[in-house]
C-alpha cells in the first residue's frame, strides 16, 4: 500500500462543475501538500497545510490530520483547470515529499 | 527570471553512457531536493542538500548516482553507466527552511532523459 493514496485517479467533468480530488495518508506528516502538474512537466505548489483549511482563488484545500485526509475543491471548474492534481506529504527533517500517484483532471467546455 | 532553472531539458543518450544534468535553484534558497518521475506515476525523492551538505540519500539511488552542491549554491546530479530503466524525467526542487517555519518547495521544469 503506498504511503499516499489518491482518488479518484481520472476525472473528466463540465466547465462549471465542482470537483472534489480525495487524498489518505499513512504515515506521520510535517505538512501535506498540493500541487498541480501540467503537461511538459512543470510542477506548481498550490497549497502547504498542516491543519484545518486554505483558500485561493476557486481552489479550497481542507485537512483532517485525525483521519489522515486531505480534499482538494476546484469550484466553478474551467478547462483551464485540466492538469494532473498530486498529493504529497513532507516528512522528517528534511521534508523530503512523498508523492501520491497524482489525478489526472479533465474539464470540458 | 528568479525560478529554479534545470539544464538541459532533454537529453537522449545511448545506453552505458554518463549524463550530468545542473539545478540553479532560486538564489537564497538553502535546501535543495532532486526528484525523479517515470510516465504515470508521481514523482519519487532521490536525494536532498541543506547547503552543500547531502543530508539524505533515497536507497532509490544506486552506485551510479551521485549529486554534488559544492557551493551550496548550484547541483549537479550525474548517472554514470546509464540504463534503459533510467528513463525518467528529473526534476529538481528548492525551499527557504527557516526556524521554525515549513518552506514551500518550489520546482524547476524538470530534465526529460531518455536512454536508448
Known amino acids: 500500500k503506498n504511503e499516499v493514496e489518491q482518488s479518484p485517479q481520472n476525472l473528466t467533468a463540465q466547465e462549471g462543475e465542482f470537483i472534489t480530488i480525495n487524498c489518505s495518508y499513512s504515515v506521520g506528516i510535517s505538512a501535506l501538500h498540493w500541487l498541480q502538474q501540467h503537461p511538459g512537466g512543470g510542477i506548481v505548489s498550490l497549497f502547504m497545510l498542516s491543519s484545518g483549511k486554505k483558500k485561493h482563488g476557486r481552489l479550497i484545500a481542507t485537512i483532517n490530520i485525525q483521519e489522515k485526509h486531505s480534499s482538494l475543491h476546484i469550484t466553478a471548474s474551467h478547462p483551464r483547470d485540466s492538469a494532473v492534481y498530486i498529493c504529497?506529504?513532507?516528512?522528517?527533517?528534511?521534508?523530503?515529499?512523498?508523492f501520491g500517484k497524482g489525478m489526472k483532471l479533465t474539464v470540458n467546455p | 527570471d528568479t525560478g529554479v532553472s534545470q539544464d538541459p531539458r532533454h537529453k537522449i543518450t545511448k545506453r552505458g553512457q554518463n549524463v550530468t544534468f545542473r539545478c540553479d535553484p532560486i538564489?537564497?534558497?538553502?535546501?535543495l531536493y532532486w526528484y525523479r518521475q517515470t510516465l504515470g506515476q508521481g514523482p519519487e525523492f532521490l536525494t536532498y542538500f541543506q547547503n552543500e551538505a547531502q543530508l539524505e540519500k533515497s536507497r532509490l539511488l544506486s552506485d551510479r548516482f551521485s549529486a554534488e552542491r559544492p557551493k551550496g549554491s548550484f547541483s549537479t546530479l550525474e548517472i554514470q553507466r546509464t540504463e534503459q530503466g533510467d528513463s525518467a524525467m528529473y526534476l529538481c526542487?528548492?525551499?527557504?527552511?527557516?526556524?521554525?517555519?515549513?518552506?514551500?518547495?518550489?520546482f524547476g521544469p524538470g530534465t526529460r532523459l531518455t536512454v536508448l
Open positions: 526542487a528548492s525551499s527557504e527552511r527557516t526556524s521554525g517555519s515549513l518552506g514551500h518547495q518550489f
Open positions: 538564489s537564497e534558497h538553502n535546501r
Open positions: 504529497a506529504v513532507s516528512q522528517g527533517g528534511s521534508e523530503k515529499l512523498v
